[in-house]
């Protein structure tokens, strides 16, 4: 009899639920948008798309991986994501566990989560140590240290994104100044540009790419400023651990060199005073879509 796991992956905009083989593959996969009036409907609409899956699938289930947007706590099996307000402390565990029988079930940070899939079978195959990192709606890391992923006490190790790098600086939603997530995610990319004049019309981090590659000022100094504000974090948090080697996946990631080539010229700059930081690797995630859901399952089919 083949076996399956069950993913839920708790992003900010959206949940993404699949079953996935022990072989990788994506059996089915549905998403569920987290726009609901309350908690408890959101939690009822994902409910209904895991119980057709389980209805569906032929195999044994081992277990049900969560990779979530943070904070979350491991000990009691609750989130809070800062983009999701109508969750706050939700029993998530709770709820899988009645729901499956008493499956194991085994909730990880969403980054860590990507990072966990990408060190697996994706881009950082091999690595000893690395960063991964998403970089989207919001800013998160996940970090895998002499091969194996470090949870920390909580499951919120590599809370990148809310680690301030200005103490005077922009409110961030999470109730800090400062944070990374405040300049260098792809809405408060858009923001800033916003602030600075950039057509009100337009309101993506898509569009503002474009716009960059275009030629346009505003949108060029917005992306900078928020590669320059990510390539402090990476480094702060790189030269802590005396690690060299970073995955990078998201929405905003995807954007190509007008991302990328500002981000690697802000990182060579920032690092060059730490002596022992010579050569930080920047590595695109190769798992696109399914990196959340793949490494949420990683989490129990391991
Ligand atoms: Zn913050």
Not at 258 to 276: C, D, R, V, Y
Request: net charge neutral; proline share 2%.
């Amino acid at each position: 009899m083949s076996k399956f796991a069950l993913a839920v992956d708790v992003g900010a905009t959206k949940v993404a639920i699949a079953t996935i083989g022990e072989d990788f593959s994506v059996h089915q996969k549905q998403e569920v948008l987290t726009r609901a009036d309350n908690g408890a409907q959101l939690w009822s609409s994902i409910e209904k798309v895991i119980q057709e899956f389980l209805k569906s699938e032929s195999g044994t289930l081992i277990g049900i991986g969560v990779a979530s947007a943070g904070p979350l706590n491991i000990l009691n099996g609750t989130l809070s994501p800062v983009n999701i307000p109508i969750w706050r402390d939700f029993p998530i565990i709770d709820h899988l566990k009645k729901m499956s029988g008493d499956k194991k079930v085994v909730l990880h940070g969403d980054a860590l989560a990507l990072a966990h899939a990408e060190h697996r079978i994706g881009a950082g195959r091999g690595l000893k140590n690395m960063l991964g990192m998403v970089v989207s709606t919001g800013i998160g890391g996940g970090l895998i240290l002499d091969g194996k992923v470090f949870r920390g006490e909580t499951g919120n190790s590599c809370y990148i994104g809310h680690h301030s790098i200005n103490f005077e600086g922009r409110m961030c939603a999470c109730g800090r100044r400062g944070c990374v997530e405040a300049y260098a995610s792809g809405p408060q990319m858009v923001a800033i540009a916003h602030e600075n004049g950039w057509n009100p019309n337009l309101d993506s981090f898509i569009d503002l790419a474009q716009s960059a590659r275009e030629g346009n000022a505003v949108a060029i100094d917005a992306i900078s400023q928020g590669t320059r504000a990510l390539s402090i974090g990476i480094v702060n948090f790189v030269g802590t651990l005396d690690i060299n080697h970073v995955v990078i996946g998201g929405g905003v990631a995807q954007a190509g060199e007008i991302f990328w080539n500002p981000l690697q010229k802000h990182i060579k700059t920032e690092s060059k005073a730490i002596g022992f930081l010579k050569d930080v690797h920047l590595h695109k995630a190769e798992l696109q879509r399914d990196a959340g859901v793949l490494g949420a399952a990683l989490a129990v089919l391991n």
